[in-house]
C-alpha cells in the first residue's frame, strides 16, 4: 500500500506545480515554508486521512458516516468527491501536455536552439484546440479504462520501474541544469531565501501545494487507506510517501529553476513553465531521453489520476450502487466535460487549480483532521495509529501526531487561509 500511497501522491503535482509554484512565490523563501507545511501539516492530515479510511474500510461518504455521525458530517463527504472531480478534469489536460510531448519526442525528440523556439511549441500546441483536447481525452480515457477493468495492479508494476527510472533521469536533468552558462542564479534563487517576498499569499499557496502534492483533503488518501491489511502501518507509509514526495519535488525545482535562469525566462511564467524549459534542456540530450522522461513521467501522472478518480467511482459504487464500468464511464464522460472547458480556456483552468488547492483541499482537510481530532474517541485513533498497539513507533509518535492532528493543523489551516483572505 504504501507503494500505492506513493504513486498517487508523486504525479505532476511534484514535476509542473512544484517549479511553477516556486517560480510564482518567490524561490528559496517558499521552499522553506513548503517544507514546513508538509513536515507540521500536510503530514499529519495523510495520517488523519489514513486513520480514517483504515478505520472504516468505506468510501469517503460512508467512511464519514462510520467516523463521525451525524448530518453535517456526511455532507462533507460531497465536498470532497467534488474537489477530486474538480482535480481529475484539469489535471487531465496537463496529464494531455505530457501525453503530446510523449508523442513530440517519439516522433523525433526536440532540437531547440532557445526558450523562444519551446515555448512558441507549447503556445502553439496549447491554443490549437485539438491537440490539448486530444491528449486530455487520451489520458482521462487510460485513467477511466485502468479503473473500469480493476487492473490497477499492472499499473503499480508499471510505476515500480518508472519512478526509479524517473528519479535517476531527474537528477540527471539537475546535473545537466547546473552545468548550463547562468545557471547559477537559478541555484541562488533556490538557496538564498528572500523573506521579503513571503506574503499571506506565498504562505497559502505553499500550503494548497502540499496538500495537492500529498493527494489531501480529498479522500484520496483516505480511499486508498480504506483498502489498507490490518498489519500495514500508517505511520510508516505516511512518513514515505512524504518524503519521497517532498525528493521529488525538491529535485524537480534544481531541475528546472536554473534552466529556466540560463535561458533569461521569467520564473514565474506560470503553468507552461517546466514544458518550456524542458525540451530546451532536452535538445541536447538526444531522442531517447526524452522519450523515457515522458513516458515515466505520464505513468506517474497516471498513478495519481487514478487515485483521484477512484474516490468518484468508490462512491458511485459504494453509495449509489453502480456497477464499476458504468461507474468508471460516468466519471469519465463528467470529468471530461469540465476537462474539455479547462483545456479550451485558460481561465477556467487556472480558477479550478487554483479553487481546489487554496479553497477545496484545505477545507476538506479541515474537516478530516477536526473528524479525528474531535469526533473519533482517543482510542480509537491510539488503536489505528499503533496498529493494535503492535507498532513500537507508533506508540511513540502518538502523543505528538495527536497534538498535530487536533490542535496545530486545524488552527494553521484556518489562520492561513484567512491571512489569504485578507
Ligand atoms: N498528488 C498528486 C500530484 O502531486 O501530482 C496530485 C493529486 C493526486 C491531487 C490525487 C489530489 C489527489 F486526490
Request: aromatic letters at 14%; proline letters at 4%; hydrophobic letters at 55%.
Amino acid at each position: 500500500m504504501v507503494m500505492a500511497l506513493a504513486g498517487s501522491a508523486i504525479g505532476l503535482g511534484n514535476i509542473w506545480r512544484f517549479p511553477y509554484m516556486v517560480g510564482q512565490h518567490g524561490g528559496a523563501a517558499f521552499i522553506l515554508v513548503y517544507v514546513l507545511c508538509v513536515a507540521f501539516i500536510a503530514l499529519p492530515i495523510f495520517f488523519a486521512e489514513s486513520i480514517i479510511g483504515k478505520s472504516s474500510g468505506s468510501d469517503t461518504f460512508g467512511a464519514m458516516e462510520i467516523c463521525a455521525p451525524g448530518r453535517g458530517w456526511k455532507n462533507t463527504g460531497y465536498i470532497a468527491i467534488a474537489a477530486s472531480f474538480v482535480v481529475v478534469s484539469f489535471y487531465s489536460v496537463v496529464g494531455g501536455w505530457s501525453v503530446d510531448y510523449l508523442v513530440r519526442s517519439c516522433a523525433g525528440g526536440f532540437s531547440f536552439s532557445g526558450i523562444e523556439e519551446a515555448a512558441s511549441l507549447f503556445g502553439r500546441m496549447n491554443s490549437s484546440l485539438a491537440e490539448p483536447l486530444l491528449g486530455m481525452t487520451a489520458f482521462l480515457g487510460i485513467t477511466a479504462l485502468i479503473l473500469a477493468c480493476g487492473v490497477d495492479k499492472g499499473i503499480e508494476l508499471f510505476s515500480k520501474i518508472t519512478m526509479p527510472l524517473l528519479f535517476l533521469l531527474i537528477v540527471f536533468i539537475v546535473v545537466r541544469s547546473a552545468m548550463l552558462p547562468g545557471a547559477s542564479a537559478g541555484m541562488d534563487y533556490l538557496l538564498k531565501p528572500d523573506f521579503s517576498k513571503l506574503d499571506g499569499k506565498a504562505i497559502a499557496a505553499a500550503l494548497g501545494q502540499a496538500f495537492f502534492s500529498l493527494s489531501l483533503g480529498v479522500g484520496a488518501i483516505l480511499t486508498y487507506s480504506s483498502y489498507m491489511r490490518k498489519e500495514e502501518n500508517i505511520l510508516y507509509s505516511g512518513i514515505w510517501s512524504a518524503v519521497f514526495d517532498t525528493i521529488f519535488a525538491l529535485l524537480a525545482g534544481f531541475a528546472i529553476m536554473p534552466a529556466v535562469f540560463a535561458s533569461g525566462l521569467a520564473p514565474g511564467a506560470g503553468p507552461s513553465l517546466v514544458f518550456e524549459t524542458l525540451p530546451v534542456i532536452f535538445s541536447q540530450m538526444g531522442p531517447v531521453i526524452p522519450v523515457v522522461f515522458f513516458f515515466s513521467i505520464l505513468i506517474a501522472a497516471l498513478t495519481s489520476s487514478i487515485s483521484m478518480m477512484e474516490v468518484v467511482v468508490s462512491w458511485l459504487v459504494d453509495q449509489k450502487k453502480l456497477p464499476r464500468r458504468r461507474a468508471a464511464m460516468l466519471a469519465f464522460t463528467g470529468t471530461w466535460c469540465l476537462g474539455a472547458l479547462c483545456a479550451v480556456f485558460p481561465k477556467v483552468f487556472a480558477v479550478c487549480d487554483f479553487t481546489t488547492s487554496n479553497i477545496l483541499m484545505m477545507f476538506g482537510a479541515f474537516v478530516f483532521a477536526l473528524v479525528v481530532g474531535w469526533k473519533m474517541p482517543k482510542a480509537d485513533v491510539r488503536t489505528q495509529f499503533t496498529n493494535y498497539g503492535t507498532s513500537r513507533g507508533g506508540k511513540v509518535a502518538f502523543p505528538t501526531v495527536y497534538f498535530l492532528i487536533k490542535y496545530i493543523a486545524p488552527v494553521m489551516i484556518v489562520a492561513i487561509a484567512l491571512t489569504n483572505l485578507f
